[in-house]
Antibody, heavy 120, light 107 residues
Framework: QVQLQQWGAGLLKPSETLSLTCAVYGGSFSGYYWSWIRQPPGKGLEWIGEINYSGSTNYNPSLKSRVTISIDTSKNHFSLKLSSVTAADTAVYYC??????????????WGKGTTVTVSS | DIQMTQSPSSLSASVGDRVTITCRASQSISSYLNWYQQKPGKAPKLLIYAASSLQSGVPSRFSGSGSGTEFTLTISSLQPEDFATYYCQQSYSTSYTFGQGTKLEVK
């Protein structure tokens, strides 16, 4: 049973860099894309970006200039960095696994979420 | 970006009701459409992928249909544990986008 465990700083000041890590336990790390998604308080879901085992990334164009997703295959970890945060970046951040059947991708395993608050 | 629009935004229903939620895409996305259920304080849970394929372990009262730009999620007989918020998500474009959500509440 694959599990994702995520952690990172929960309180940031404006202009700082958000940094979160997600560890993958109990399953294969290769052969999947690994995603980050966020949800502002009381709002819907926003996909941030993804990375695969080889380090190939895709990002949400609206966040691309501030986002870096990286992977450490030796530790079965992947990480998110979001620079120059503002109050608008306050959200619950989720990591998730993107699986594929035929050409169809879907996020089938999710972390529990990390609440990140940006406040001066 | 491909815009996803769900209707209704909220819905009141009773246990045993048949419920349908609609998701429309701003352009054709073939069958690259997934549905998720989210309960308060919890991560989303995958229900349906590729528009109509039921995820393993999901009760058969959930079904999905559609292709192109219009999709539906149907719950055939609502159970108490189904009151939650539902999101559609397109995976046609690598910049994945979600609908705004449909909150299913007890009537």
């Amino acid at each position: 049973q694959v599990q994702l465990q995520q952690w990172g700083a929960g309180l940031l000041k404006p202009s700082e860099t958000l940094s979160l890590t997600c560890a993958v336990y109990g399953g294969s790390f290769s052969g999947y894309y690994w995603s980050w998604i966020r949800q502002p308080p009381g709002k819907g879901l926003e996909w941030i970006g993804e990375i695969n085992y080889s380090g190939s990334t895709n990002y949400n164009p609206s966040l691309k200039s501030r986002v870096t997703i990286s992977i450490d295959t030796s530790k079965n970890h992947f990480s998110l960095k979001l620079s120059s945060v503002t109050a608008a970046d306050t959200a619950v951040y989720y990591c998730a696994r993107s699986s594929r059947q035929r050409a169809y991708y879907y996020m089938d395993v999710w972390g529990k979420g990390t609440t990140v608050t940006v406040s001066s | 970006d491909i815009q996803m629009t769900q209707s209704p935004s909220s819905l009141s229903a009773s246990v045993g009701d048949r419920v349908t939620i609609t998701c429309r895409a701003s352009q054709s996305i073939s069958s690259y459409l997934n549905w998720y259920q989210q309960k308060p304080g919890k991560a989303p849970k995958l229900l349906i992928y590729a528009a109509s394929s039921l995820q393993s372990g999901v009760p058969s009262r959930f079904s999905g249909s559609g292709s192109g730009t219009e999709f539906t999620l149907t719950i055939s007989s609502l159970q108490p544990e189904d009151f939650a918020t539902y999101y559609c998500q397109q995976s046609y474009s690598t910049s994945y986008t979600f609908g705004q959500g449909t909150k299913l509440e007890v009537k």
